[in-house]
């Protein structure tokens, strides 16, 4: 039951390093100003990049004092100040980052931790002035299964919400969208949208085609966008004709296999030899009676 996190943060520290001669490891960390904790909080940022990889399908690059909006599988860490004093740290591996070249460091906006999470309940919901449901998230992140623990809330006058949390009971499996709001003991989730895994399944609704703005700026480009699709497609499925290479030596000779005697042979063979035997048995008793 995995869960991802988007945040916008300045990026305050790049280290790459090389962990084989295709792969690129980038650490990173940076400050999020979110708009619902009273002060800054850090955030280190784990990308991997593929030499062999296509493009438009690999991890953007980033660099120091940029801001970028991140997305990722989380945990949360502990560090310590120098007065040891311990505070959360985002732990985020990367699973697409967007630079914004066109925003100043020193006007970096108060942004909220997205949220979104698929997750068990603990327990049943209680519904006072709001409605809180304390769920559990397990991400696989660092080679390691992660528990995080989380309460959940929307207040009651959120209609379209208590459509589904007053029917949710213990051990319930909820598809979370929200706010995350991390705090020194416990880790807050404002819901935005709630729903069950059967209720994904919407009709889509056709509607007549708009014209966007970047596709009327340069049609050129929608050639190379169908390129980059038509070769990914090629590459895949020329990966699944392939026929599997034999393990097999072409020069190694086969054993040949011990041939047995079939049990109707020995069968034959046994009966001929009594049919013979008895056969002497009346001459010698012929010979006999002549005498």
């Given at each position: 039951m995995p869960a991802t996190i988007t945040v916008l943060c300045y990026i305050t520290c790049h280290r790459k390093s090389f962990a084989s001669k295709n792969l690129s490891i980038v650490e990173a960390s940076g400050i999020i100003r979110s708009r619902s904790l009273n002060a800054s909080l850090n955030v280190t940022l784990i990308g991997f990049y593929h030499d062999d990889a296509i493009q438009e399908l690999s991890l953007p690059e980033f660099e120091e004092k940029d801001i970028v909006l991140a997305t990722g599988n989380f945990r949360i860490i502990?560090?310590?100040?120098?007065?040891?004093?311990?505070?959360?740290?985002?732990?985020?591996?990367?699973?697409?980052?967007?630079?914004?070249?066109?925003?100043?460091?020193?006007?970096l906006p108060a942004f909220p931790i997205l949220i979104n999470m698929t997750a068990i309940t603990q327990e049943d919901p209680t519904i006072g002035e709001d409605v809180t449901i304390k769920v559990l998230v397990k991400n696989f992140i660092n080679q390691d299964y992660v528990n995080i623990e989380m309460i959940c809330y929307h207040p009651v006058s959120t209609r379209h919400l208590m459509n589904v949390t007053t029917v949710v009971k213990r051990h319930t499996v909820l598809y979370i969208n929200g706010e995350l709001i991390i705090t020194d003991d416990s880790n807050i989730v404002y819901i935005q949208s709630i729903s069950f895994p059967e209720f994904q399944k919407i009709t889509p609704i056709s509607r007549n085609l708009i014209e966007l703005p970047w596709e009327s700026k340069n049609q050129n480009d929608k050639t190379t966008q169908n390129t980059v699709a038509q070769t990914i497609a090629g590459r895949v499925k020329g990966n699944i004709r392939k026929k599997p290479v034999s393990t097999t030596n072409p020069c190694s000779k086969t054993k040949p296999r011990s041939i047995h005697p079939k049990v109707a042979d020995l069968a034959n063979n046994l009966l001929n030899k009594n049919s013979n035997v008895l056969n002497q048995t009346t001459e010698i008793l012929t010979l006999l009676v002549n005498k």
């Open positions: 502990e560090g310590i100040d120098n007065e040891n004093k311990k505070y959360p740290i985002l732990r985020i591996i990367l699973n697409d980052i967007v630079r914004f070249n066109s925003i100043d460091p020193n006007d």
